[in-house]
Structures are given as C-alpha cells and as structure tokens.
C-alpha cells in the first residue's frame, strides 16, 4: 500500500491501492487457489488444458480473476437469501454452498461445492452470471460440454450423498443486462455423464503419469477459451510449458486419450447411501 499522505498524486495513489485490494482478493480466492482439479474442469473440451493441471505446469500468466470475484460476490447474495426459504415439512428448502464429494481421479478424492440443492423438485442448480455475447449463445446453443459436465457431476455428489436427483439446471444470469433476459436451462439427471467424464480424465491423468509433460503436446486440443487459459502463451514452440491456442495449432491426428480411454459405458454407478446434510 502507497502512503496517501507521501503520494505525489493522492488520487492515483488511491486508484493504486483499491486496485491492489481488489487484486489481491481475486487472485486469493478458493477457486483460484485450487490446485486439484475441480467439477468445473472435468468436462472440459480440451484435453491439453486438463493435462497442464494435472502434470502441475505453473500457469503462464496470472490473469485478474475479476469474474470471479463478482461472481463469489453474487454467490453469498443469492446463498443468503435461499436459505431463509422453507419447504412445507419446515425445513430449508434449498441447500446452499454444500461440499460434495464427486468420485475418484487416480485414486484421489475430488471434491466440489454445489452452488443449491432443492428438496423440493429434486434438482440440482448452478448460478452462471454471463455477458451479452455469452448469454446469447447459451440461449440459442445450450449450455456446452463443459457446464453440462460439470452440473451433472454436482448431480452425482448429492446423490452420493443419498439425496434424490431428478434434474439438472443452469441458471445463466445476465451481468450486464436486464435480469428478464435470464435463461434456465435444465435436463434430466443423468448419471453417466458425470461417470464418463471422470473416466476421460483419469485417462489424461493416466497418460501424463506415463510420459510427465511430454504426453502435452499429444493431448487433443479445442478452443476452451484460448484467451482465458492460464497455460496461454502466444507464439509458443514448446508445449510442455505453455500452449500457443487452439486456432494456433497443428491437430494431432488421433488425441492420445481417444487411443487409451475405456469404451463408451455402460458405467457402473454405486447405490444411494442414506441421506447426510452439513
Ligand atoms: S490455450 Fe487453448 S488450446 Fe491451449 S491448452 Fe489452453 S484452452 Fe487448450
């Protein structure tokens, strides 16, 4: 922090320090400083991305988690006001902010934190605020891999729970924009996809055990927010320590993973144990 009082320029010093506060925040948040792989990783549509995490490779840049911290900000609001709802038999309807554990990676537990469970309809929620662009084309598209993937995991850590899990939604939240241009999107709870998508990444995993950060460049690649990764690095020639994007690449003709990942289902999926809360 500046000393106002020293400051050349007060104001600057100012804009300086709420900058640094904020920064600083953002960068120390949970989810920023989660180095295992979470629900919100699994699903995603590239390979090498996932394997950057999973072979430890030092992010490239450290980028302003600014979504991010509104987002948690938005989080504890809407958490705050569910929980002060109740169901008929008088309890809280909605069960926020919940740990939950998902299943295995490698033998490792991953765990994650399921934004609202509803005991009312059985459906498993997660909050994504969005801009104009995004909101559009998860309007018209869907919700993509990756978000789908990753609500359904959540689906299966409250089942493993004992809960009963009929559906799955995504709330996607304008950010800049009217809150009536909100869009739900939802589907059927469906086990499998949460059970395949951990069976891909323990195939990565696998394949990064074999060969360490030479398995990298073998893995598939897709545009997964090129620009957002942390493993970026324009113009890069070596790919164990940063990736030069999706468009910027040579495709590998058959993605390591398709050539070791188990078939296609049917998964096995475990019994319901008896329902817990926290
Ligand atoms: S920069 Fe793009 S292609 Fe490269 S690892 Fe990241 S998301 Fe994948």
């Given at each position: 922090?500046?000393?106002?009082?020293?400051?050349?320029?007060?104001?600057?010093?100012?804009?300086?320090?709420?900058?640094?506060?904020?920064?600083?925040?953002?960068?120390?948040?949970?989810?920023?400083?989660?180095?295992?792989?979470?629900p919100s990783?699994i699903g995603?549509?590239?390979?090498?991305?996932?394997?950057?995490?999973?072979?430890?490779?030092?992010?490239?840049?450290?980028?302003?988690?600014?979504?991010?911290?509104?987002?948690?900000?938005?989080?504890?609001?809407?958490?705050?006001?569910?929980?002060?709802?109740?169901?008929?038999?008088?309890?809280?309807?909605?069960?926020?902010?919940?740990?939950v554990?998902v299943?295995?990676?490698?033998?490792?537990?991953?765990?994650g934190t399921s934004d609202v469970y509803?005991?009312?309809?059985?459906y498993v929620i997660d909050w994504k605020?969005?801009?104009?662009?995004?909101?559009?084309?998860?309007?018209?598209?869907g919700p993509g891999a990756q978000y789908q993937v990753q609500v359904h995991t959540y689906g299966r850590g409250w089942r493993?729970?004992?809960?009963?899990v009929?559906g799955v939604a995504i709330a996607f939240?304008?950010?800049?924009?009217?809150?009536?241009?909100?869009?739900f999107w939802g589907e059927p709870y469906d086990e499998?996809i949460a059970?395949?998508a951990?069976?891909?990444?323990?195939?990565?995993?696998?394949?990064?055990?074999?060969?360490?950060?030479?398995?990298?460049?073998?893995?598939?690649?897709?545009?997964?927010?090129?620009?957002?990764?942390?493993?970026?690095?324009?113009?890069?020639?070596?790919?164990?320590?940063?990736?030069?994007?999706?468009?910027?690449?040579?495709?590998?003709?058959?993605?390591?993973?398709?050539?070791?990942?188990?078939?296609?289902?049917?998964?096995?999926?475990?019994?319901?144990?008896?329902?817990?809360?926290?």
């Amino acid at each position: 922090m500046t000393s106002l009082a020293l400051a050349a320029d007060p104001f600057a010093a100012l804009v300086a320090d709420l900058d640094q506060v904020i920064g600083h925040v953002a960068a120390h948040q949970p989810r920023s400083l989660q180095r295992r792989l979470g629900p919100s990783e699994i699903g995603c549509p590239c390979h090498r991305r996932i394997g950057y995490k999973l072979a430890g490779v030092p992010p490239c840049h450290h980028s302003m988690k600014w979504e991010a911290y509104i987002g948690t900000a938005f989080h504890a609001q809407i958490a705050k006001d569910l929980e002060a709802i109740l169901a008929p038999d008088g309890w809280p309807r909605f069960l926020v902010e919940q740990k939950v554990h998902v299943g295995q990676i490698a033998g490792e537990d991953i765990d994650g934190t399921s934004d609202v469970y509803d005991r009312v309809s059985g459906y498993v929620i997660d909050w994504k605020l969005v801009g104009k662009t995004s909101l559009a084309r998860y309007r018209a598209r869907g919700p993509g891999a990756q978000y789908q993937v990753q609500v359904h995991t959540y689906g299966r850590g409250w089942r493993l729970r004992g809960f009963p899990v009929n559906g799955v939604a995504i709330a996607f939240l304008p950010r800049s924009e009217r809150f009536e241009r909100r869009h739900f999107w939802g589907e059927p709870y469906d086990e499998h996809i949460a059970v395949q998508a951990l069976a891909q990444v323990d195939a990565i995993d696998a394949a990064i055990k074999a060969a360490g950060v030479q398995a990298l460049p073998l893995l598939s690649t897709a545009n997964a927010g090129c620009h957002h990764c942390d493993w970026f690095r324009p113009g890069s020639r070596d790919v164990t320590r940063g990736c030069p994007g999706e468009l910027a690449l040579p495709h590998p003709t058959q993605s390591l993973i398709e050539l070791i990942a188990p078939k296609e289902g049917p998964w096995p999926c475990p019994p319901s144990p008896t329902p817990t809360t926290s």
